[in-house]
């Protein structure tokens, strides 16, 4: 069964830092392009970040670029997304994304709340 399970969100002040895991299963995350969205209350869903498959490509939304970083641990079958400089726009519920086997799998979602 291809599953995804987000996990490493919470409450975090301004500035503070989080990291955020995507543990897959039923595949490996090497062969598979890897991404992370949010979507914020009232907001569409939007992609922060991507790591393509089988290498170190890496894509960042503008509004979170030189603050979060993606990347992958192939051993743990799992994805990571640091998360620095937080701001109050980063609240949102965070989930990851996979196509493999061209099957649009999405994890539930973590969500994150950056506030004084």
């Known amino acids: 069964q291809v599953q995804l399970v987000e996990s490493g969100g919470g409450l975090v002040q301004p500035g503070g830092s989080l990291r955020l895991s995507c543990a897959a299963s039923?595949?490996?995350?090497?062969?598979?392009?890897i991404s992370w969205f949010r979507q914020a209350p009232g907001k569409e869903r939007e992609l922060v970040a991507r790591i393509a498959s089988t290498g170190e490509i890496t894509n960042y939304a503008d509004s979170v670029t030189g603050r979060f970083t993606i990347s992958r641990d192939n051993a743990e079958n799992t994805v990571y997304l640091q998360m620095n400089s937080l701001k109050p726009e980063d609240t949102a519920v965070y989930y990851c994304?996979?196509?493999?086997?061209?099957?649009?799998?999405w994890g539930k979602g973590t969500l994150v709340t950056v506030s004084s």
């Open positions: 994304n996979a196509m493999p086997w061209g099957m649009d799998t």
């Open positions: 039923g595949f490996t995350v090497w062969l598979s392009a």
